[in-house]
């Protein structure tokens, strides 16, 4: 009777700890995957940020036919957030296109800046604590040579709060009708023109998905994909894509020539860059066609840059999915390790795809992690921000397995998950409250060159008084879901733990 006695308290212990502990996914540190977008929609190509006061921004591509939009939510805490709403709205006048929202913050200014096209390239602001309204953002632009289209576009403000931008347009010759060329222009602050473009990509080659960043010495380096066959509408260079890297040490008013890194085997695309703790230089790209994922270092501007190497356990999923679309992503913790998140495999033999995260701690990379596992559907557009010094934010998007190559008809979703680190935590700072007589208000007025019509920008109204963060949020559906597990699984353990005792006594009487 003791022992029947001690299994009882023993299974009622359990089912409290059942009920207190959150769900997570494949056993380790990752959160279970929420579904931001509608289950329905057509979602695609996030983009994240996080702010100094705990707050994580997610943007995407969403198609609201006649409409093509870029929606917008926030949490604090993974769990709790802002309900959804469309920011941009463009109506389709050519077809339904990506919006291919860029998100970044001005942690000086509390503002987010957002890059966005249709056809051509424009940008955005907005308060970060105000951003969930479309009428409180301020768009200007295009930002591109109105005589063609435009594509990719991404920016990062420096130490002086200039803002830095790489747009992708078309720049054709008679030798190559679709040959989209990276340009370069920036923003200083309190300035209302960008500076004339400059095409950083030089050669009469085809380009896409360029990566931009800003050193701890203000440097800026870029890399992106590079096909010597042209290309770069629609988000893809033609077969084989090679990496090309430039670098700017004036604060972008010069750049260095353009270098190419010669694929290993065929082909090599899906850069990301970033500063490690070392101060190196971090590239990480995918080769092809042996399907394996390799890094690089640079030691300083002027040096050369490490052979090749091969990233231990990991591997692309081109072979399963081969896409031209992809991405990886790569951000800093507080402690200055680098986090790199990635769609691929753990070995060859995988026929599924995971979302993988890794870690380089300066010296060497950490095994993978497993955020999430598709098998049908499959993952694409992986992005990483990290907030508090030590959280892991990523999202990404999904295709539908029955629409995985018919855009038009497919079932797309952006999903999002977390993860704590051993990263030194950042508490964050409070909230400004935002004084409405020291606000300063710039006329707008349209400014007119020969390659762009630009509207000069407007500081968002100040930060409203008494001011609630992520009042309002909402629980997505999973979170119902799983709300509603960890109440009933307790229950039904108990109820079984209780059901095995009385048969068990009923056994031995």
Known sequence: MKNLHLIVIFLICFSILMGICPVQAQGNTWAEPVRLSIE??????????????????VVWSEAFDPYDTVVYTATS??????????IISIMQTSGREATRPDLIINQTTSNLYL?????????????????????NWISEGPLNDVQQVAYYSVSKFDTKNT??????WNTPTTSCDICYHVYYRNLPEGAIQWTSPLDISISNTGTAKPKLIIDSNDNLHAVWETSDNGGGAYGSV?????????NS??????????????????????????????QNILITWLGLSEDVVYYQILPGIGQEWSTPQPIPGVYGGFTRYNTLLDNYSMAVDSDGNVHLVLVGRTSLQQVGLDILHLTWDGTNWSTPEVVASYTGDVPEWTQIAISNGNILNVVWYVRDEEHIWDSDNGIYTIWYSRAITSATDITPIPYPTGNPEAQTTVTPTIITTTLEQIASQTIPPPVPTNYVPLKGATYKETQYVQLLAIVL????L?????????LYKKRNR
């Open 40 to 57: 329905d929609g057509f979602s695609w190509f996030p983009s994240l940020a996080a702010d100094d006061y705990g707050l994580v921004h």
């Open 77 to 86: 805490d993974g769990i709790n957030w802002l309900p959804t709403n469309d």
């Open 115 to 135: 890059t966005y096209r249709y056809i051509w390239v424009y940008s955005a602001q907005a308060n970060i604590q105000t951003a969930s309204t479309a009428s």
């Open 163 to 168: 803002q830095h931008i790489l747009i992708t």
């Open 238 to 246: 033609r077969r084989p894509a090679h990496i090309t890297y430039v």
């Open 249 to 278: 040490t004036d604060g972008g008013n010069s750049w260095s020539e353009p270098v190419n890194f010669p694929p290993l085997d065929y082909e090599s695309r899906n850069p990301a860059i970033v500063e490690d703790k070392n």
């Open 489 to 492: 699984v307790p229950a039904a």
């Open 494 to 502: 108990f109820v079984i733990g209780v059901t095995i005792l009385v």
